[in-house]
């Protein structure tokens, strides 16, 4: 499980900013001063003309020969001139910004971040940690603490350790005793007979797998750990990481009672004693009142496994000294000084954070009491062409219980304009209960299928591109929409609407030639439920957010048309059916399994059926849960099953060291099956049916181009059954993809 926000991205600002603000804090007075002397008798010599670098500002040295002078600039000479006197020129050694910077991280490491809670854990996986305090330098809101606390697993004792997203194979999980090599590198006796055995460990030579490396202590009151170090036995990105874990005995068992996690910077680095050392970001978790199998119902814990308290980020140094195991060193007490006055008087990192975070889950850009949204300024479809806009909706600045929206914007292939706006009433935060009125003028996908994701905003999501780019765009619509939507008994949310619409059609699919249509009138209610399965979520006082499931997430939703209903003209019923998860391999990478669904009543206009979603192109975006290399308009169907089947070896078949060459090789096969029984008998339709089962296959060598944040690969796909083409080589579809990472 990734953590909500990529911390990378955080980090990444904070590196910035502190490079920019060493000239703001450091460098907007530069001063000189000294003493002028006879260089034979090294007597004063006052009233002696001091000017620096190119004559732009000077001053005369005063009766004991002392002067000093100020510069908005670095200065890098100095000339001194008396009568008597030959002109002295001298160049300074001058420290740049980066050796300054240099100098002042030399005293304290690049961020610092701090959380003390109490744990709740009642066997065999219910566990409630109730946040009570959150210090991280800079920032002053709690809305972000989820940086610190989901970085890394609470505990070393699952079969994979998470480190900053990042799963790797745990060294003392069930299947590793032969994957890992262990030393016992001392036993050290403790009292009542109880010993201490610290043990190393790290992957096998050869090993490909995404492994740890580091040391255990083992106390064989119990056989239970007591403490660990461990890092990635490699790194690849911006950041390497390790962990470290105290352990203590609470009620028979050991539980973790302090959590350390260290984010280094390799190509960061300062110089001390003739040593470079690389810059390091520093996490803290403090973990106290450990209740374990409590007396409590389990009714006590709910799907909310995290609850930040609403006073947690704006705890006195009075509650942290009670909470912390051990006092700050003086270096963590200067990365809170060095960071949180460089933030004092702007709430950058606040800023910047909450930035990041309107970016990558909302595509918007907040201005003031305005979220811009990004998506509606400039976008591009394959069917659409280019659009151009504007569009955006108020924030919590303006209002924490209603938010107003709209937006406008013209396409350049259709030559058409998109225009909304409405109004959403935020009811309940903690239930993602909201109201929604909304009016739109746009240009829509026929017969699609979507609808399945519980946000579409995000521009950077792998399981949108297949919206985005290869949107199938026949018909032009006016739509009303009023939806409201709650989560419920833990594992639901439901989306309840109505929605009425008129609709023109710019092409006409039919099984005979009297049932076209070119225009309509729909009102559709519909009911759509997602559930996700002891999905958890941490709550904190801006709302709620899932930190996932590790079981399937699975939609279904029912429509109904309903006939002389706002001037409606149709009568039908429409079942979809999604689900999808990942199954991690430790050795073998991740494989993602999507299944899909459809089925809709005969009363349907073919238009209004499913039209299944291909992404050919002569050389296309890769995108996830879609038909490579099926043609657009190809299918339509009015009851079909889908299956996309992908696993991703997760640079497990080629391990390299370089930070820009990361292959990873996915295998991917498609499946798809539908027919439309209506339209068997009539050889006049102009679309075909999946009746007799369409099939691909195709690699993707993704990383072949690897950042920290991004990753480019290619690939191909080939077509093959019956509906298979003619031409052998129209039957390959070649992909590039693009990953991003954050």
Known sequence: MRPPFSIKVFLLLLLVFLFLSTEALFGQSYTLSGKVTDECNRRPLAFVNVVINEGLNGVISDIDGRYTINADAPIMKVKFSSIGYDPKEITLEIKQKLHFFDSVMKKSD???????????FKAPDHKLQ???????????????MYLANSVQNISFHEETVNITGVNYVNPIGRSSKTRYFFTLESVNPIGRGNSLYVISFHPMAGSNFKGLHGTMTVNSDGWALQSVKAAPSGHDGLFSANTQQLYEKVEGQWFPKQLNLSLIFPSITVSMESSNFPMTAIGKSYLSEIEINPDVSKVRFSDIEIKVDSDAAFRDETFWDDHRIDSLTQRVKATYSLVDSLAKSTNIFDRA???????????????????????????????RGVYLGLGGSTNDRLSRRFGLNGSFGYWTRIKGW?????????????????????????????????????SDNSFISKANYKYTFYENIRTRRDRFDLTFSTRFAHHFKAFLSLSSSHKQYNNAFYHIPSDSLTEGRFTVAELKLRFAYKEKFLSNPQGIRSLGTLYPVVWVAYQHAFPDLF????????????????????????????????????????????????TYD???????????????DEF?????????????????????????????????????????????????????????????????????????????????????????????????????????EI
């Open 110 to 120: 690049l961020m610092v971040m701090e959380t003390a809670s109490k744990v709740v």
């Open 130 to 144: 109730h946040v009570l305090g959150t210090k991280m330098a800079g920032m002053k809101e709690p809305t972000f």
């Open 353 to 383: 954070l909450g930035l990041m975070d309107k970016l990558m889950y909302e595509s918007a850009l907040p201005i003031g009491f305005i979220n811009l949204d990004i998506g509606k300024i400039i976008y591009f479809s394959k069917a």
């Open 418 to 454: 998109d225009y909304g706006g409405g109004l959403k009433l935020k009811l309940n935060r903690q239930r993602q209960m909201e109201l929604d009125f909304h009016f739109s003028h746009r240009s829509e996908p026929m017969g699609e299928f979507g609808g399945m994701l519980e």
């Open 567 to 614: 001037g409606s003209q149709y009568e039908y019923d429409r079942f979809k059916l999604e689900a999808s998860q990942n199954f991690y391999t430790a050795y073998l990478g991740v494989a993602k399994v999507i299944v899909q669904a459809g089925y809709a009543t005969e009363s349907c206009p073919v238009m209004e059926t499913f039209n299944i979603l291909g």
């Open 618 to 632: 002569c050389f296309g975006l890769y995108s996830l849960g879609s038909f490579s290399a099926m043609r657009l």
């Open 636 to 740: 339509f169907c009015d009851r079909f099953f889908a299956l996309y089947l992908s696993h991703n070896f997760s640079g497990m078949l080629c391990k390299t060291n370089s930070q820009w060459f990361r292959p990873e090789l996915s295998v991917i096969t498609n499946i798809g099956w539908g027919d439309m029984r209506r339209a068997e008998a009539f050889p006049d339709k102009n679309f075909e049916t999946m009746d007799k089962g369409y099939f691909e296959s195709g690699i993707i060598i993704d990383g072949l181009l690897a950042t920290p944040f991004t990753k480019i690969g290619v690939g191909v796909f080939y077509r093959y059954g019956h509906y298979c083409l003619p031409n052998v080589w129209d039957n390959f579809a070649w992909k590039w993809s693009a990953t991003i």
